[in-house]
DNA sequence: GATGAATGAGTATTCATTCAT
DNA sequence: TATGAATGAATACTCATTCAT
């Protein structure tokens, strides 16, 4: 492939991630994207084949490129091993705020069409290993609660993507009674004290 | 109004808060609507004045039709305030098994357009009064973690709709050594325990 | 014919003169007279027949009301012989201005459709006897140039007509340099001049 | 531009110029435009923009196209001094003939929507300098009225405007005891004596 | 590899007219 | 007589995709 071609490769997704994000697939027009990307509408086509195609490598590029678990949030994890809670909340809500397309892109996908999910089966979002591994430490250490690694990270993942992602719902619906984003650190110290003190207790039973 | 406008409106309706909540706004054409609805689609625009706006009815009706905060919740509640966690979490679930068009529906305007959530301000959503009351005589009696109702409520609700509209996300990228929907009651009880116990070690220290 | 009715007759005819002369038969929708006339849709068609047939009701009521030739400017000719060039043009001006619905009811049937001004044939629009009389009486005295009455008339319709039909294509197209609507008085009196002084010359023969 | 782009837009824009002549903006559809014009309907959006701007650029094209100031007729006034307000007339009325589409494209533009003659602002019609030459020879040499030349011109254009766009007007409501196309020579040879003898008389005195 | 040109099915919305109460 | 409800054919404009140079 030539130098040229991937230029115009990459300048197609970079705008289709960005669009596509925002407006979903359906939302977003072809000519919009060859528009905004500078380039002509049948190069889409030619290297990506589909409209559909051409989201599910967006979607398949936002995957590979952004990594929840970052190596600085295992660092700080590692050596703040009392708050891991607080620390893995904060750091997957970080995540989502530098990485906007993440979420929203996962979000249209699931709402539009599932079949566009498949392409990620095979794709790691980076490793959830070491988390378990620190997991099972504080476990170990009886300083985190009894409750199984699955379920543990799914609420993390859980009360992070709901921040997020349902902002303004929640502004809407539950009458601001509850978080707003502002609040979010006192959320996570809460529940950081919450699943690491009943570990405590768990112990001197 | 007469019947057969009433007639006309409600299957409109109907199929408008059926098909949004599958498709969204720009998936859903008002052809279709009309042809599922078996109505002529002009009528949609005599009653609705347009899409939009007929989306926004959808909404908004969903919303005054669903309350996930039901009275048969209330009473498991208070006949067992021992699992007051497990009980809120299995009602909103099963709320939200029941209202599939609800969280839906509340995605989609996330996504394509907040501003179709607008309507949505003067609509209360069942109340949580009641919600409070069981959570402030729990926490007084210590059988709760020290933790604030807002934020409290917000986790239940993240989890619950996390579980939901995530499943297919989840299974596709988390490599589904998380939780699947038939888990979900090891969930409940899981969290149950850690925000039940913790505060029963709260009072024993 | 109830009281009532004609009532609802007068205001969809007067609605009607009003928007047809504005909008033209296409450019005016039946719903709109409707609703500005205030007045249920579907009695126009109890009443007119349709939408064409409106407009020629409009169109002939028209006719039959506005009276081009007016009882005073003949009395201003007949005390004031001398300018009959100069009166008649500013009688047929004055009307125009008068009656906008006029010329443009006429202007738009001649565009959009000749057979919307067969129903005019039988509709005497004011009566050219006196004005013939008083041309004849000019012309016998001497007063007047050596035309025939028919092209006299046509003469002075063409421009008042044209002076106020085609002011605007006038002002964008000849470059303003020819006359504008308050030169008209300049213009009336020049062809006055020449229409008279003409017939002058000609008796001095 | 390629060979066949400029073939389509050649097409629809002469389609265009017909139809609108025809039945104006609002009578003329997009769809009859392509049919028409054998051509696909998305290049007149892509080529035009819209239906109102296709209108425009009608318009603006028969304008440049189209000189109601003609060469022939400037030669023959030069060549028959004498009878110059019997040659523009005849040469007007002429070009109205050949050129049906421009009268009526104005017409049209001027009763639908003034804005849509904005465009004209800067479109020379022809010149008038000729003309206005002429004109000032004819007056020195005392072959013509006491006219100014934008009066003169006004007439002239009104006169001969009206036997063409009136005429059908004029038939149905003067009751035909006015001009009709045929006897328009001899209109043009009574108003060429009018505004020329009163120049001699003019001089005579 | 790149680009402008072309296409046909679609997409929200409107309109004149008729029906039923 | 009046009114709301209903209808089907338009109507301007868009979109994903393919073709030709």
Redesign the interface.
């Known amino acids: 492939m030539q130098k040229r071609a991937m230029e115009t490769q990459t300048k197609i997704l970079g705008t289709a991630m960005r669009l596509f994000s925002e407006?979903?697939l359906?939302?977003t027009t072809v000519d919009r994207i060859a528009a905004e990307a500078g380039v002509n509408k049948q190069r889409i086509y030619a290297y990506f084949g589909s409209k559909e195609k051409l989201f599910v490598a967006a979607l398949t590029r936002v995957?590979q490129e952004a990594a929840p678990v970052s190596q600085s949030m295992l660092d700080e994890a590692r050596a703040d091993p009392e708050h891991l809670t607080e620390i893995l909340l904060r750091g997957f809500h970080n995540f989502h705020a530098v990485n906007p397309q993440f979420w929203?892109l996962?979000?249209?996908?699931?709402?539009?069409d599932?079949r566009l999910?498949?392409s990620?089966?095979d794709?790691?979002?980076g490793e959830?290993g070491e988390i378990r591994r620190l997991f099972d430490r504080a476990r170990a250490g009886g300083r985190l609660?009894?409750?199984?690694f699955?379920?543990y990270?799914?609420?993390l993942?859980?009360?992070s993507?709901?921040?997020r992602?349902?902002a303004?719902?929640?502004r809407?619906?539950?009458?601001r009674?509850?978080?707003d984003e502002n609040?979010a650190g006192?959320?996570f110290r809460?529940?950081d004290?919450?699943?690491a003190?009943?570990a405590?207790?768990?112990f001197?039973r």
Request: net charge positive; proline share 0%; glycine share 8%.
């Open positions: 407006h979903g359906k939302g995957f929203r996962l979000a249209w996908a699931n709402l539009e599932a999910l498949e990620l089966r794709v790691r979002t959830n609660a009894d409750i199984s699955g379920n990270l799914f609420t993942l859980a009360v993507w709901f921040l992602s349902n303004l719902t929640l809407y619906t539950m009458g009674n509850t978080v609040s006192t959320l809460e529940l004290r919450i699943f003190r009943n405590a207790e768990g001197s």
